[in-house]
């Protein structure tokens, strides 16, 4: 009984972390990171589908992402949908291959970005306190019903609050490392 809480708390706890670690690589630094484009989506015969299922994309240099579309008549309407997309950028396409420089960041808008940095660790510690407090409460349950004894259901909240310490340790190093990334020039 006491395993499966924790088992299941642990799980919960690293998709709240790995949730965070997505979001932050939606954060966009100065430096050229093709997963900026994993989001964009490409009319193709029809339906939308992800940029990297249409072209290759890759880093041309450090501030540049090169797409470089599998059909010729696909080229204008990836241009188009990373244009059309919320990230800001600017793509042109030389031939086949699109060029997408990123634009560099304003020391304001690097604060601004480190404000959103800051309240997705956040929301993630909270998300990771609110599994904290779901398993406390099976394990209360669990003693009231006395499938457990009281020394079990201590154990158990403590080693809950060693993972907890633990989780929001590595979100915290995420978010540090985001930092850092962000302030680079």
């Keep these: 009984m006491i395993n499966e809480v924790k088992k299941s708390a642990e799980q919960k706890m690293t998709k709240s972390l790995e949730a ?25 015969y029809g339906s939308d589908v992800p940029v990297n299922q249409v072209a ?28 059309d997309s919320d990230l800001g950028l600017n793509p042109a ?23 959103v940095v800051r309240s997705e660790a956040e929301g993630a510690r909270v998300a990771v306190r609110n599994i904290r407090r779901d398993a406390n409460n099976e394990f209360k349950n669990l003693l009231k ?25 590595e979100i915290d190093k995420a978010l540090a490392a985001k930092e850092a990334d962000l302030m680079a020039v």
């Design 20 to 44: 965070f670690k997505t979001d932050l690589t939606k954060v966009r630094t100065g430096r050229a990171h093709t997963g900026i484009l994993d989001h964009v989506m490409v009319d193709y």
């Design 56 to 83: 290759n994309v890759s880093l041309i240099d450090a501030r540049t992402i090169g797409v470089q579309a599998w059909e010729k008549n696909m080229v204008a309407k990836i241009e188009k949908a990373i244009r």
């Design 93 to 115: 396409s030389m031939g086949d291959i699109i060029r997408v420089p990123m634009p560099m960041l304003t020391e304001e808008r690097r604060r601004d970005l480190i404000k």
């Design 145 to 169: 019903d006395k499938s457990i004894t009281e020394d079990d259901e201590r154990r158990g909240q403590d080693d809950i609050q060693k993972m907890t310490d633990k989780f929001i340790a």
